[in-house]
Structure formats: C-alpha cells, structure tokens
C-alpha cells in the first residue's frame, strides 16, 4: 500500500497520493481557490460525497457543451456560451444539483408520442456562462466520461488573452481561434469522435 505524499504523513494514501485527510484538505483548498476566481461557492452543507454524485449524474444523464450563435455585438459574429444541463424525470435529482451549485434554471416539459415512459414530464437543469464554467472546474477531476469536456469549459475564460478581451472590449484573433477550437473540442468529445487529448502538445495552444 502507497502511502501519503505529504511531508510527515505515514498514513496510507486514499485518493490523489495523498490520506483522506490531506486529500479533503487539498479539495478544500482547491474549492477556495476556485470560489475566489468565478465569485461563485458552494453551500456548507456539501460533501464531497455530494460532488461525487453530482458528477456522476453529469456523467450519466448530463450534457456538457459549448456553444456559438450569431452576434451582431462582437467583432467576429459569433459568442461563445458554456453551458451545463441534467435532465431527469425526477424532480428532486435536478433540484438537488440547482441547490448545491447555487443556480441554473429548471424547465419541465411533458413529451407525448406514444411512447408510455415519454408521456412522464421530463426536468431539465441547465446553467450557462461563468457558473457553468466554475462548475465544470469543481467536477472535472471526479468525471469519467465527460472530463475532457468539462477541462475546455472551465479553460474557457481562463487565458490572458481572455482577460485582455474584457479590458479591451475587443477579441484578438488569437483569442478567437482559441475559442473555436475548444468547441471542437468538446463537440468532438460529446459525438465520441477522435480528437487529440486536451493533454497533447496539439492541443496546448487552445490553454495559453
């Protein structure tokens, strides 16, 4: 059994190299630092069992996009909106992402097609723009299948040239091709088609 990476630990490691008690520790910290960037925090109340739910639910019945619409506001046309949704037939799954990320909207609609299992309503929670970007960083490291996803999307308004676009009001075109290919990114994940990892050299200039 390995054991706890940090100084002066000789208990057994859990999760990362580390014990459960510096792991928690290092979640902590790194929900602090997170909170500090986006404005946004979580609840007292949650655990990282529920983050751990929460992620596994975004895994299974979740969507992780980022997407473009047309904009006569910008000098290229188009604008880029982070978006994080869940959906389920019940209500209390979607309530209870919206009560410990602290926001997002949720919408019913009822389908009716003939199919019976169709006709119940089904909930959507959606959340977009920065929260769903600081979302996206808080579960990208407990995510399986949409980790990748949710790295573009929490990179998404961390750049320099990001930040010199909301100083300037303008959009370098370095700026705006990193963009794009971060909804390639993430529009290859979610179709399953081969893309480079966001952990190649390919892909490193879309996170500087």
Same mark, same amino acid.
């Given at each position: 059994?390995?054991?706890?990476?940090?100084?002066?630990?000789?208990?057994?490691?859990?999760?990362?190299?580390?014990?459960?008690?510096?792991?928690?520790?290092?979640?902590?910290?790194?929900?602090?630092?997170?909170?500090?960037?986006?404005?946004?925090?979580?609840?007292?109340?949650?655990?990282?069992?529920?983050?751990?739910? &929460?992620?596994?639910?975004? *895994?299974?019945?979740?969507?992780? +996009?980022?997407?473009? =619409?047309?904009? !006569?506001? /910008?000098?290229?046309?188009?604008?880029?909106?982070?978006?994080?949704?869940?959906?389920?037939?019940?209500?209390?799954?979607?309530?209870?992402?919206?009560?410990?990320?602290?926001?997002?909207?949720?919408?019913?609609?009822?389908?009716?097609?003939?199919?019976?299992?169709?006709?119940?309503?089904?909930?959507?929670?959606?959340?977009?723009?920065?929260?769903?970007?600081?979302?996206?960083?808080?579960?990208?490291?407990?995510?399986?299948?949409?980790?990748?996803? &949710?790295?573009?999307?929490? *990179?998404?308004?961390?750049?320099? +040239?990001?930040?010199? =676009?909301?100083? !300037?009001? /303008?959009?370098?075109?370095?700026?705006?091709?990193?963009?794009?290919?971060?909804?390639?990114?993430?529009?290859?994940?979610?179709?399953?088609?081969?893309?480079?990892?966001?952990?190649?050299?390919?892909?490193?200039?879309?996170?500087?």
């Amino acid at each position: 059994m390995n054991k706890c990476e940090s100084e002066g630990c000789d208990r057994n490691a859990h999760a990362k190299g580390k014990c459960l008690m510096h792991y928690k520790k290092q979640r902590r910290y790194e929900d602090r630092v997170l909170r500090g960037q986006a404005g946004f925090g979580l609840p007292e109340w949650v655990t990282d069992a529920d983050l751990g739910y &929460a992620a596994g639910y975004i *895994d299974a019945d979740g969507t992780i +996009t980022l997407a473009t =619409t047309k904009s !006569t506001s /910008t000098v290229h046309g188009i604008a880029f909106y982070p978006h994080v949704s869940a959906v389920s037939i019940d209500p209390d799954s979607v309530i209870f992402l919206q009560n410990v990320f602290g926001g997002g909207k949720i919408i019913t609609r009822c389908r009716k097609d003939g199919n019976l299992r169709s006709n119940f309503p089904i909930h959507t929670w959606y959340v977009s723009g920065k929260r769903a970007s600081w979302i996206c960083g808080l579960l990208q490291p407990l995510l399986k299948i949409k980790q990748e996803q &949710a790295k573009a999307v929490s *990179d998404f308004y961390n750049s320099s +040239t990001w930040q010199q =676009t909301c100083v !300037t009001n /303008t959009m370098p075109e370095s700026e705006f091709q990193r963009r794009l290919k971060l909804v390639d990114v993430v529009k290859y994940r979610n179709q399953r088609k081969y893309l480079p990892s966001l952990d190649s050299g390919d892909m490193d200039e879309a996170y500087t």
